[in-house]
């Protein structure tokens, strides 16, 4: 199970601007929030080991996730 927890003002509530990376067993996001009034972004990353675990799932570890050429985050 993944839990997600995150720290921000109470008021807040964050949201998911940007999906980075989606893979079986790992995500990255970028996530806007508001710490100490200040509006933030942050990156959120979760790795699910019990998944990566999985024999279907290390044999998919040969095949090389796509990369977009000259991503910037903007």
Known sequence: MLLRSRI???SSKPRQI?????APFYSR???ETTLDGAKTTGVFE???LH????????AML???VPRRR???FK
């Open 18 to 22: 940007k999906n980075m990376l989606d």
């Open 8 to 10: 921000c003002d109470e």
């Open 62 to 64: 040969a095949v090389r």
């Open 46 to 48: 979760a790795l699910d």
């Open 29 to 31: 996001a970028a996530v």
């Open 51 to 58: 998944r990566f675990r999985n024999p279907i799932i290390l």
């Open 70 to 72: 000259r991503w910037t």
